[in-house]
C-alpha cells in the first residue's frame, strides 16, 4: 500500500485526484502501477486502476491476471471494479472506503457480486487512515 500511496501522490503533481494503484504477481512482485491521469491525459477512463492492470496484462502478454493482487488507495468505483472482475485478478486490497462511488462494498459489491463469473477475494482498509487524509487534503485544497 505505501507504493500506492507514492502513485496517488503522484497523481496529485498531475493534477489529479490522489488514487494509486499497484499490480502484484502471484509471487509478491510489483508487476505495474498507477495512478489516476484523467486530466493530464483527458481520457475519462484513465483511472489508477484501470492503467495498472492494462500495464500489467501488457508486461505479462495476456488479460487474465490470475494469481494476481491489486492494491489501491481508494475503493474501485464501478467501471474498475468491472474491470477487476474481467481481468480475473484474485484479491483487491484497498485503504479508503468511497461512500459516494465504491463497488467493493460501500455503495455497491460489483467485486462480490454472485451473479458474476469471477469474485476476487476483497480485503479493505489496508492504511485507510492514510489514503483517506491524502484524499481529504487534496479535496480541501481545491
Known sequence: MRLALDEAEAAVRGGDVPVGAVVLAPDGTVLATGHNERE??????????????RR??????????????LVVTLEPCTMCAGALVQSRVDRVVYGARDDKAGAAG???????DRRLNHRPEVIEGVLAAECAA???EFFRDR
Open 106 to 112: 460501500s455503495l455497491w459489491d460489483v467485486l462480490r
Open 56 to 69: 500489467a496484462a501488457a508486461r505479462l502478454g495476456q488479460w487474465r491476471l490470475t494469481g494476481c493482487t
Open 40 to 53: 493530464a491525459t483527458g481520457d475519462p477512463t484513465a483511472h489508477a486502476e484501470v492503467l495498472a492492470v
Open 134 to 136: 491524502l484524499l481529504t
